[in-house]
């Protein structure tokens, strides 16, 4: 049974940084391609940021491209998002979320759809007050 649980989230200030963390169980974790997803009330779940299964090459959202990081840690099953320079605009509850199709030759928006990935966390609250 696939269990992805995110932890991490928290209020800060803006400017503030914080990190999130996934810690994925019943899966082979080297051959998951992970991302993070965000969604405020009302809005559909936006891409945040993707790691490639095959070689970790990172893809990341405009609006968060320079300030967050994504990250794995192979011996502990767990993705990190590394969030800094926090703004309020980044409130939201953050998913992390597995694709274990181990996608070749596909192209780069493959990884920022939501449908890639059949294996969700149940999310964690990030509130950044200005």
């Known amino acids: 049974q696939v269990q992805l649980v995110d932890s991490g989230g928290g209020l800060v200030q803006a400017g503030d940084s914080l990190r999130l963390f996934c810690v994925a169980s019943?899966?082979?974790?080297?051959?998951?391609?992970m991302a993070w997803f965000r969604q405020v009330p009302g809005k559909e779940r936006e891409f945040v940021a993707a790691l490639r299964w095959s070689d970790e090459r990172q893809y990341y959202a405009d609006s968060v491209q320079g300030r967050f990081t994504i990250s794995r840690d192979v011996a502990k099953n767990t993705v990190y998002l590394q969030m800094n320079n926090l703004g309020s605009e980044d409130t939201a509850v953050y998913h992390c979320?597995?694709?274990?199709?181990?996608?070749?030759?596909?192209?780069?928006?493959?990884?920022?759809?939501?449908?890639?990935?059949?294996?969700w966390g149940q999310g964690t609250q990030v509130t950044v007050a200005s």
């Open positions: 019943g899966l082979t974790f080297t051959t998951m391609s």
């Open positions: 979320a597995a694709d274990p199709s181990r996608a070749r030759n596909v192209p780069t928006t493959y990884y920022t759809q939501r449908t890639a990935y059949p294996f």
